[in-house]
């Protein structure tokens, strides 16, 4: 197999919504197409002003400039959410069967997207959001489980910001890509019904109060319980938005526990523990890592791997660990 350059998808958070006013990630519009809504950018004087207008065509070379100085988000107003969430998951769905598309241009597409539509599932978490999260998710499904390519490229493009959603991208893709591997590529239909799970399985994260997520030192008992309540959170959000698979349900009720019975909610012990939900560990606990955590600057693939290797006995499965090793070979 051809060499897969390890590719940093630069990012940075993007601004915070205000009022009606939310941003959209510039590099999730293709500029060859018109845009579905009202586009503006914010500027210092005058507030949102409109940057292109609706169905007519992006002018490619001022995105391309904005881009090039790090300007990544323009906004649209909340009403137009949920027609620019139909343009951006259709583009998508084209991006990926297209075959004239590289590989490469296929992963940036889909991480993209899936971190956009996954933070508005996590600002805005409502079930019409989450159920636009899911419709993003299968086409990544789909890349992952036909494109193997791609999937190399996936690996190496992990974002580092700290942010749940892009936790929750790097999880979805960690998690499917391992399962692929460990059920077999012909298994299509359970990981339709399985990967979604892996993306979405901190939704409950939406309702910790922001402070304790982003604390740096020792929480205090009450607040571990708080922490403690998101998988059952994320469950229930799960079942309002009519996504909660048997496997959903699974995933995001046991990711924490661990062999040794000192996870959480239930303290679940060794085969007790279901394999999808082990799964969804090793990729949280990896992810956890090699990310920027208020607590941990982000370690290497290499000194994650190792730190993980001492924890074979009491929390991760080695099995699973050892396969999970070889999606990070080139
Ligand atoms: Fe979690």
């Not at 951006?88 to 539509?117: G, Y």
């Not at 995001?252 to 019975?261: I, K, M, S």
Request: proline residues 5%; hydrophobic residues 35%.
């Amino acid at each position: 197999m051809e060499q897969v350059q390890k590719i940093e998808n630069k990012v940075s958070l993007p601004p915070a919504p205000e009022g009606g006013w939310f941003p959209v990630d510039l590099r999730c519009i293709d500029p060859e197409r018109f845009a579905p809504c009202d586009l503006y950018r914010k500027t210092g004087q005058s507030g949102f002003v409109l940057f292109s207008q609706k169905n007519l065509p992006l002018d490619r070379s001022t995105r391309d400039r904005l881009l090039a100085k790090g300007l990544y988000y323009l906004y649209i107003q909340y009403d137009d959410s949920s027609v620019y969430f139909d343009f951006m998951k259709n583009a998508l769905i084209e991006v990926v069967r297209d075959p004239n598309t590289s590989s490469e241009k296929k992963a940036l597409a889909v991480h993209a997207s899936c971190r956009e539509i996954l933070r508005w599932a996590f600002e805005e978490p409502r079930a019409p959001f989450v159920r636009k999260a899911h419709e993003v998710i299968l086409p990544t499904i789909s890349l992952i489980m036909h494109d193997d390519r791609a999937t190399k490229h996936l690996i190496h493009m992990t974002a580092y910001d700290h942010s749940t959603y892009t936790h929750c991208t790097n999880v979805g893709i960690y998690g499917v890509a391992l399962a692929k591997i460990f059920y077999g590529t012909g298994s299509m239909k359970k990981m339709e019904s399985l990967g979604p799970g892996f993306f979405l399985h901190d939704l409950g994260k939406c309702r910790i109060p922001i402070e304790i997520l982003n604390k740096s030192g020792a929480l205090t008992p009450e607040e571990r319980q708080i922490v403690n309540r998101h998988p059952d959170d994320g469950r229930i959000m799960l079942a309002d938005s009519g996504l909660l698979t048997d496997e959903a349900k699974i995933i995001t009720g046991q990711h924490h526990e661990r062999d040794d019975g000192m996870g959480y909610p239930l303290g679940l012990k060794e085969n007790d523990i279901h394999p999808y939900a082990r799964i969804c560990r090793l990729a949280d606990v990896y992810e956890a890592l090699t990310a920027d955590r208020p607590y941990h600057n982000r370690h290497s693939t290499f000194n994650a791997f190792k730190i993980m290797h001492k924890h074979f006995t009491s929390d991760l499965d080695r099995k699973l660990f050892e396969i999970f090793v070889q999606l990070f070979s080139a």
